[in-house]
């Protein structure tokens, strides 16, 4: 079900890259056209209505453009929006593998019964037919049936065929659940991005603490709404990703599971090993 293309022009590598990119041009478009723009106004608004003396001086200061309108929340926002594409894509391969559970791979007759002497004329017409298939081609799904086949007719056992399908769906968990590590590094860096922008701001407003002596605020209150802002949308972007992450990775087990599911009901039912008795009748 991976591809056995593993250099830098497969999907795998080029995948994350591409969303990397997508998502850092995509932000900045969306904030130099719109966040930026609509919260420089509404803070010349906040900053003349409070110049004026008014009680609404804290007009806009719950706006979402002014949230985040900092560097820190753009770039939280630009990794939660790559892992979203990372994941998307994660959950259209599980819906594309899913696809095939609509086919008759064995095409078993009812009745009908596969037995170790007939085991390796099936692992040919199948493969045959998976080769003139592209989109059956380094599936789970028919990766696991031929290894079935391939086994009972090597061992002449069928449980040394659920073996084979064991280990062919556990290898394919192991390898989804390792691809789905970018989204985990995402998800921690987003909330420790904004950890980055809470030292930042306090930082800045700390550099202005002589002004607020003398009774200026508004720069100590400007950098402190930029640290607790950046700490909200980071946590804010880490629970929303973390919710997907949660979702794709149970589509993930549910199909690993449907596939066993699928082997055993198609295939490994209809398997018998003859007795000698019935071997004789047969080749007699």
């Known amino acids: 079900m991976i591809s056995r293309n593993k250099g830098i022009l497969s999907i ?21 056209t719109l966040v930026r723009p609509r919260s420089e ?5 906040r900053r003349v209505i409070a110049a004026q003396g008014g009680v609404g001086a804290k007009l806009g200061e719950r706006s979402i453009y002014i949230v985040i309108m900092h560097r ?5 926002i630009t990794f939660c929006l790559w892992g979203m594409i990372v994941l998307a894509y994660k959950l259209g391969h599980i819906s594309r593998e899913r696809r095939l559970f609509k086919y008759d791979f064995i095409r078993i007759q009812p009745g009908e019964r596969i037995i170790p002497e007939d085991a390796l004329d099936r692992y040919k017409d199948l493969k045959t037919a998976i080769e003139r298939e592209p989109r059956w081609r380094e599936r789970l799904l028919p990766e696991c049936l031929l290894a079935a086949l391939h086994r009972f007719h090597a ?16 290898l394919a968990s192991d390898t989804l659940d390792s691809q789905l590590s970018l989204v985990r590094y995402i998800a921690w860096a987003i909330p420790a991005i904004g950890f980055v922008g809470t030292v930042r701001g306090i930082g800045y407003a700390l550099e202005f603490a002589e002004q607020a002596i003398h009774g200026d ?3 100590v209150t ?12 980071g946590l804010a972007m880490c629970i ?6 949660h979702m794709v990775q149970s589509r993930q087990e549910a199909f690993i599971i449907e596939t066993q599911e699928f082997c055993r009901d198609k295939l490994i039912e209809v398997m018998k090993v003859p007795s000698k008795e019935e071997s004789r009748a047969l080749f007699s």
């Open 240 to 245: 929303v990703l973390m919710f997907f992450l």
């Open 222 to 233: 400007q950098n402190l709404g930029l640290a607790f802002n950046a700490t909200m949308v």
């Open 155 to 170: 061992t002449s056992s069928v449980q040394d065929a659920a073996n084979a399908i064991r280990e062919r769906t556990e």
């Open 217 to 219: 605020l508004s720069p």
């Open 41 to 45: 106004d509404l803070m010349v608004k």
């Open 72 to 76: 820190e929340p753009q770039v939280e």
């Open 12 to 32: 795998e590598f080029l995948l994350p890259l591409l969303a990397l990119v997508f998502s850092v041009v995509a932000l900045e478009i969306f904030y130099v």
